[in-house]
């Protein structure tokens, strides 16, 4: 973040003026990025019947969003047992995503590498 020095005359009671801060394309304001949104996007991002969403922040911006689904009880071996199970929900997607916070609203950026 750069910060610009402007020579502005001194104030009539001696102090000099706050400095003015420009940001370079791309960059935002640190107060900005500081605040952690995991449950604002927990609640704002599509979900399926059923889906349990996780997100996770991991630096920044940048988020770890799972969602999770109920398991096909036909696939288990013993479709009886539904105390006795340990996963019962399995990862449907995942994806990395930025985050920014506008306003009211976010703005959010599938940074998904695809394979």
Known sequence: METTEQQQPERPDGTKP??????????????????D???????????????????????????????WSPGNKA???????YGLLLTTHTVRMSRFLNVRKVGDGLVIADRTRKS
């Open 37 to 67: 949104l995991s449950r604002e996007i927990e609640s704002t991002v599509e979900r399926e019947p059923g889906d349990r969403v996780r997100v996770t922040r991991i630096y920044g911006p940048n988020y770890r969003c799972n969602w």
């Open 75 to 81: 696939q288990y071996d013993n479709p009886g047992m």
């Open 18 to 35: 706050v400095q003015s801060q420009q940001f370079s394309p791309g960059q935002v304001e640190q107060s900005a990025v500081s605040g």
